[in-house]
T-cell receptor, first 115, second 112 residues
């Protein structure tokens, strides 16, 4: 079975400092992994995806994530946080099988950005 | 282009009451999903549909029913609401790119 574990429920950074949101995955085969972002009172939006091509994946708004098979990790990073990055971030793994692929969501990491 | 529209946005129910949440998408997507979001638990899949006239159970289907009579609409029903169903409900749809879900803005439901 596939699963993801987001290691931090809350992360607080100062504006202009780096962001690191951690995600470990478990999968019995080569996974597809994603990060979604949810701004307050909004639906979720796809931030970036890894689907077995390049291990360093670039997403929207300056975010990127690196797939590390040896560490079973897919951490999300950004060099310099902006106030508008404050949101909840979900690490997601695909689950294959049955009539359709399904996405399995982590429990989320709430990112706060201090001025 | 409206995308995915959920109605209503907020609702308060008493225990035992019934209601239907409506999800409509205008992107001609085959796949539609209902999730519930609870603090510290991420999103959990309730039911999903792979096309008009089809539905299937997700992770947490008990207490909910769904229908997909038209391709653009996916209805989530609560026949007898319980306080445990207090949650934020999200509808999503997708086309052929299986990872790119398009989400509605959510329905906040409170069951007293």
């Amino acid at each position: 079975a596939q699963s993801v574990t987001q290691l931090d429920s809350h992360v607080s950074v100062s504006e202009g400092t780096p962001v690191l949101l951690r995600c470990n995955y478990s999968s019995s085969y080569s996974p597809s992994l994603f990060w979604y972002v949810q701004h307050p009172n909004k639906g979720l939006q796809l931030l970036l995806k890894y689907t077995s091509a390049a291990t360093l994946v670039k997403g929207i708004n300056g975010f990127e994530a690196e797939f590390k098979k040896s560490e079973t990790s897919f951490h999300l990073t950004k060099p310099s946080a902006h106030m508008s990055d404050a949101a909840e971030y979900f690490c997601v793994v695909s689950s294959y099988g049955g009539a359709t692929n399904k996405l399995i969501f982590g429990t989320g990491t709430l990112l706060a950005v201090q001025p | 282009n409206a995308g995915v529209t959920q109605t209503p946005k907020f609702r308060v129910l008493k225990t035992g009451q019934s209601m239907t949440l409506l999800c409509a998408q205008d992107m001609n997507h085959e796949y539609m999903y209902w999730y519930r979001q609870d603090p510290g638990m991420g999103l959990r899949l309730i039911h999903y549909s792979v096309g008009e006239g089809t539905t299937a159970k997700g992770e947490v289907p008990d207490g909910y029913n769904v229908s997909r009579l038209k391709k653009q609409n996916f209805l989530l029903g609560l026949e007898s609401a319980a306080p445990s169903q207090t949650s934020v409900y999200f509808c999503a749809s997708r086309g052929t790119a299986f990872e790119k879900l398009f989400f509605g803005s959510g329905t906040q439901l409170s069951v007293l």
